[in-house]
């Protein structure tokens, strides 16, 4: 009855997640670790970066693995998300280095220990800068270097692992590394970036097998950097076509290129929402329209904010009929109200998803802790944690407490939707209550 102030104006139910559901976040080696001496990043930070973005100590994680563990438990984290860096392990061509293997056997049993579902990442952008000085990923015979890697480490870290990523963003690695050339080994050419893929492609298929030969048991899949698309002229057959081509070379690609039948789950990142839009300047294709001309709510990484997207790319990857993990999912911001926010909009979102049928079995924040952001240094600040670089000290943000908060619940509550707003009955809006 309108105006009956009895009746529940809002929509007052907690979002309950699956059973069993996978809450983490997620980090990488080179990222957290600190000298990483042995890879091609480091040697690309020392001749071509200037000292405040070098990777240096990073977060000194090779030393504080134990206490960033208890955090991640402490916030009642479930499972972790990390990688092991090859570059350490195989610091010479065909020369494995048992003191490291020990120390990520030291560092996933720690994880074991506190009861963490682990999923390990074999390879994170970085190499042993004896296989870049080889041709890195352009090289074929990078499927055999790679193999041979994977045919060392997997059988003496497995029994810590619950979930294996193969390759992270092969898609963002071809691209920034050999189509932009912006990240070592600063190629630019499209076809060596093709080239690239392929051969990640190729490794990946090698590594799954291999990986399910050893530890039959396993479940091994990839991490893809999966953006949202979009176009604002809807008539622009132009701009339609763009969409289609992004969406078939950046999101889809990897996954047509090695097939269903290697990969028993989708690792998805979702960072980007792209929009096109053809202008008077660029005669064939239309470019990214850019977010200064959109004036969209950016992170201070100038991606835009838009949670939609991340159901949008649930929707489309469900087409693969394996169930999913959202491998990577963050902001970049020096202020933690937006990423309460961020966290709690990007979650409803992915309940939606799992509502419409989409089997989501887990999401991991990136990133647990502040780190190197590669060639953008370290001051994009994408932790849940801060860190204090000059100390070393952790301090939990309030985003790790809402975070913690909406684990404990295995859902969000409605007091935390509130941050975005309730959602207001029309009946409301056009009859105000009425009392007494
Ligand atoms: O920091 C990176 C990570 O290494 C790969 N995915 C995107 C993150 C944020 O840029």
Redesign the pocket.
């Given at each position: 009855m309108p105006g009956n102030p009895q009746k529940v104006k809002h929509d007052h139910t907690t979002l309950f997640f699956p059973e069993g559901f996978l809450w983490g976040a997620a980090t990488?080696a080179h990222?957290v670790e600190g000298n990483n001496v042995n890879s091609d990043w480091w040697d690309f930070e020392q001749k071509n970066q200037p000292p405040e973005k070098r990777s240096g100590l990073a977060c000194d994680q090779y030393n504080r693995y134990a206490e960033d563990f208890e955090l991640a438990k402490n916030l009642n984290h479930n499972a972790h998300r990390l990688s092991i860096e090859w570059a350490r392990i195989e610091p010479k061509e065909g020369e494995f280095d048992q003191p490291a293997i020990d120390h990520y056997v030291q560092v996933l049993k720690a994880l074991k220990d506190k009861g963490f579902t682990v999923m390990l990442t074999l390879h994170?952008?970085t190499n042993p800068k004896w296989l870049a000085d080889k041709g890195g990923w352009k090289n074929g015979k990078v499927v055999f270097y790679f193999e041979r890697f994977v045919k060392k480490i997997v059988p003496e870290l497995q029994e810590y692992v619950d979930l294996w990523i193969t390759i992270?963003?092969p898609n963002?690695y071809a691209y920034n590394c050999y189509f932009l050339g912006v990240w070592p080994p600063q190629k630019k050419s499209k076809w060596l970036a093709l080239k690239v893929l392929w051969n990640m492609a190729k490794a990946h298929k090698k590594a799954y097998n291999w990986i399910h030969k050893l530890t039959p048991t396993s479940r091994v899949g990839a991490a893809c950097?999966v953006a949202s698309l979009g176009f604002y002229h809807k008539h622009s057959i132009i701009e339609a076509l763009t969409v289609w081509a992004t969406d078939s070379f950046g999101n889809h690609l990897f996954y047509k290129l090695t097939g269903n039948k290697y990969h028993d789950f989708l690792g998805l990142?979702y960072?980007f929402n792209q929009n096109f839009s053809y202008d008077k300047k660029h005669t064939v294709f239309p470019p990214v329209a850019d977010i200064s001309i959109s004036k969209k709510d950016v992170s201070d990484?100038g991606w835009e904010i838009y949670p939609e997207g991340i159901f949008d790319v649930l929707m489309d990857f469900a087409d693969y009929k394996l169930p999913i993990y959202i491998t990577?999912n963050?902001i970049?911001t020096t202020n933690d109200d937006r990423r309460c926010r961020f966290l709690i909009a990007y979650l409803k979102e992915i309940y939606h998803a799992i509502e419409a049928g989409v089997e989501v079995k887990g999401y991991f924040h990136?990133?647990l802790i502040d780190?190197f952001?590669?060639a953008n240094g370290f001051e994009?600040r994408?932790g849940l944690v801060e860190i204090d670089y000059q100390t070393q000290k952790r301090t939990l943000r309030p985003s790790s407490k809402v975070y913690a908060e909406i684990i404990k619940t295995n859902g969000i509550y409605h007091h935390l939707l509130r941050f975005l707003g309730h959602t207001v009955q029309a009946e409301e809006v056009l009859y105000p209550k009425v009392t007494g």
């Open positions: 990488s990222q994170h952008f992270n963003e963002v950097n990142n960072y990484m990577e963050g970049a990136w990133s780190n952001e590669w994009p994408f």
